[in-house]
């Protein structure tokens, strides 16, 4: 996650359409995101970038499905320590789910999720 965090403290231009920088940042994200979760046996990761903010769903080890989300992304590089947020979810479609809960963006993130 060390380049995530990277990208996210150099900052983001404000824009009326998605821009360059912020694509190379949810192309990096995803990849490193995408082998946290797997490293915890997390399966059928989704991952969707919208304006300037990273959301998505995957299933853990044990079946329990979780949704999460990286909020708007702009004014992050003011951030000490960027956070995810993250619950549980009935379906892929689930939006509301359970308590939200937020863990630090960084190396070995995906051991210290409380996921069922």
């Known amino acids: 996650m060390n380049k995530s965090l990277e990208l996210l403290r150099r900052g983001f231009e404000s824009a009326t359409v998605k821009t ?4 190379a940042f949810v192309r990096t994200f995803r990849s490193e995101f995408t082998k946290e979760l797997k490293s915890v046996g997390a399966t059928k990761i989704e991952i969707s970038a919208g ?7 995957f299933t853990s080890a044990s079946g329990q499905i979780y949704y999460f989300s990286l909020p708007d992304v702009r004014g992050m590089e003011f951030v000490s320590t960027p956070k995810l947020m993250y619950r549980t979810a ?11 809960q937020w863990i630090d963006i960084e190396i070995g993130m995906a051991e210290r999720m409380r996921l069922k």
């Open 20 to 23: 360059p920088e912020f694509m």
């Open 51 to 57: 304006h300037f903010y990273i959301s998505g769903f």
């Open 90 to 100: 009935q379906h892929y479609r689930d939006f509301t789910g359970g308590s939200n």
